[in-house]
Protein backbone atom coordinates (compact mmCIF):
# COMPACT_ATOMS: atom_id res chain seq x y z
CA UNK A 1 0.00 0.00 0.00
CA UNK A 2 2.92 2.32 0.55
CA UNK A 3 4.28 2.55 -2.95
CA UNK A 4 0.58 2.57 -4.19
CA UNK A 5 0.66 6.60 -4.62
CA UNK A 6 4.03 6.46 -6.67
CA UNK A 7 1.72 3.91 -8.63
CA UNK A 8 -1.25 6.48 -9.00
CA UNK A 9 1.08 9.24 -9.81
CA UNK A 10 2.95 7.26 -12.42
CA UNK A 11 -0.28 6.63 -14.39
CA UNK A 12 -1.94 10.34 -14.21
CA UNK A 13 1.99 11.53 -15.30
CA UNK A 14 1.46 8.67 -18.66
CA UNK A 15 -1.97 10.05 -19.51
CA UNK A 16 -1.22 13.62 -19.12
CA UNK A 17 2.21 13.08 -21.11
CA UNK A 18 0.03 11.06 -23.84
CA UNK A 19 -3.04 12.98 -24.04
CA UNK A 20 -0.75 16.07 -24.27
CA UNK A 21 0.87 14.56 -27.14
CA UNK A 22 4.38 15.49 -25.02
CA UNK A 23 5.76 11.63 -25.89
CA UNK A 24 4.97 11.79 -29.38
CA UNK A 25 8.40 11.65 -31.29
CA UNK A 26 6.52 13.75 -34.09
CA UNK A 27 5.79 16.40 -31.63
CA UNK A 28 9.73 16.12 -30.16
CA UNK A 29 10.88 16.20 -33.48
CA UNK A 30 8.75 19.07 -35.23
CA UNK A 31 10.16 21.21 -31.88
CA UNK A 32 13.87 20.22 -32.64
CA UNK A 33 13.46 21.67 -36.02
CA UNK A 34 11.39 24.83 -34.78
CA UNK A 35 8.19 23.79 -36.82
CA UNK A 36 5.84 24.00 -34.15
CA UNK A 37 5.23 25.60 -30.72
CA UNK A 38 3.56 22.91 -29.13
CA UNK A 39 6.12 21.30 -26.86
CA UNK A 40 7.56 24.79 -25.93
CA UNK A 41 4.21 25.36 -25.00
CA UNK A 42 4.29 22.57 -22.44
CA UNK A 43 7.66 23.09 -21.40
CA UNK A 44 7.31 26.48 -20.74
CA UNK A 45 4.00 26.18 -18.72
CA UNK A 46 6.43 23.19 -16.93
CA UNK A 47 8.86 26.03 -15.92
CA UNK A 48 6.09 28.41 -14.95
CA UNK A 49 4.34 26.27 -13.02
CA UNK A 50 7.82 25.08 -11.08
CA UNK A 51 9.00 28.67 -10.40
CA UNK A 52 5.67 29.19 -8.59
CA UNK A 53 5.88 26.07 -7.17
CA UNK A 54 9.68 26.58 -5.57
CA UNK A 55 8.43 30.32 -5.05
CA UNK A 56 5.68 28.70 -2.65
CA UNK A 57 8.01 26.35 -0.64
CA UNK A 58 10.19 29.21 0.21
CA UNK A 59 7.60 31.41 1.22
CA UNK A 60 5.77 29.19 3.40
CA UNK A 61 8.87 27.08 4.65
CA UNK A 62 6.85 23.70 3.34
CA UNK A 63 8.49 20.82 4.64
CA UNK A 64 8.51 16.89 2.65
CA UNK A 65 6.37 14.43 3.63
CA UNK A 66 8.41 13.10 6.26
CA UNK A 67 8.75 16.69 7.97
CA UNK A 68 12.48 17.40 7.20
CA UNK A 69 12.80 20.94 5.72
CA UNK A 70 12.82 21.34 1.71
CA UNK A 71 16.09 22.74 1.23
CA UNK A 72 17.52 24.71 -1.99
CA UNK A 73 21.38 25.53 -2.58
CA UNK A 74 23.36 28.41 -4.25
CA UNK A 75 23.94 27.89 -8.00
CA UNK A 76 27.08 27.53 -8.97
CA UNK A 77 28.37 30.38 -10.86
CA UNK A 78 30.05 28.01 -13.58
CA UNK A 79 28.04 27.73 -16.34
CA UNK A 80 30.22 25.45 -19.11
CA UNK A 81 29.28 22.26 -16.74
CA UNK A 82 25.63 23.42 -17.67
CA UNK A 83 25.97 24.39 -21.40
CA UNK A 84 27.94 20.63 -21.95
CA UNK A 85 25.68 18.53 -19.67
CA UNK A 86 22.57 20.53 -20.96
CA UNK A 87 24.19 19.78 -24.86
CA UNK A 88 24.55 16.02 -24.09
CA UNK A 89 21.40 15.36 -23.10
CA UNK A 90 19.68 17.53 -25.62
CA UNK A 91 21.49 15.73 -28.00
CA UNK A 92 20.27 12.47 -27.22
CA UNK A 93 16.58 13.88 -26.54
CA UNK A 94 16.89 14.87 -30.33
CA UNK A 95 18.57 11.29 -31.53
CA UNK A 96 16.45 9.47 -29.64
CA UNK A 97 13.14 11.50 -29.86
CA UNK A 98 12.62 10.96 -26.19
CA UNK A 99 13.80 12.25 -23.11
CA UNK A 100 13.40 10.17 -19.84
CA UNK A 101 9.41 10.63 -18.84
CA UNK A 102 8.04 10.28 -22.73
CA UNK A 103 10.83 7.14 -22.91
CA UNK A 104 9.01 4.84 -20.07
CA UNK A 105 5.08 6.11 -21.47
CA UNK A 106 5.93 4.90 -25.38
CA UNK A 107 7.25 1.72 -23.68
CA UNK A 108 3.64 1.51 -22.04
CA UNK A 109 2.58 2.28 -25.24
CA UNK A 110 3.85 -0.72 -26.80
CA UNK A 111 6.46 0.88 -28.69
CA UNK A 112 8.85 -1.66 -27.79
CA UNK A 113 11.83 -0.08 -29.93
CA UNK A 114 11.86 2.86 -26.85
CA UNK A 115 13.46 -0.28 -24.74
CA UNK A 116 16.57 -0.22 -26.81
CA UNK A 117 16.81 3.62 -25.92
CA UNK A 118 15.82 3.06 -21.97
CA UNK A 119 18.54 0.19 -22.30
CA UNK A 120 21.26 3.02 -23.12
CA UNK A 121 19.90 5.31 -20.90
CA UNK A 122 20.23 2.60 -18.02
CA UNK A 123 24.01 2.08 -19.42
CA UNK A 124 24.42 5.87 -19.30
CA UNK A 125 23.67 6.49 -15.87
CA UNK A 126 25.51 3.53 -14.53
CA UNK A 127 28.97 4.98 -16.82
CA UNK A 128 27.91 8.49 -14.91
CA UNK A 129 27.84 6.93 -11.48
CA UNK A 130 31.16 5.07 -12.53
CA UNK A 131 33.01 8.24 -13.26
CA UNK A 132 31.42 11.03 -11.26
CA UNK A 133 34.52 11.38 -8.85
CA UNK A 134 36.27 12.04 -11.55
CA UNK A 135 34.14 14.98 -12.87
CA UNK A 136 34.39 18.71 -12.39
CA UNK A 137 31.53 18.74 -9.93
Same mark, same amino acid.
Given at each position: ? =????? !? ?7 ? +??? =? *?? $? ?12 ? #? ?13 ? $????? !? ?7 ? !??? @??? !???? =? ?10 ? *? ?7 ? *?? $? ?5 ? +? ?6 ? *???? +???? #? ?10 ? @?????
Amino acid at each position: M =KLLKF !LIIGIVFGV +VMA =K *SE $AMSWFRIQEMFRFQ #AFHMYGIIGTAVVLG $AIGVF !LIKKFKMRD !LDG @NPI !LFFP =KDKAYTRYIIGG *SIFGLGWAL *SG $ACPGPMV +VNIGYGYL *SMLV +VFFF #AIVGTYLYGIIK @NYLPH
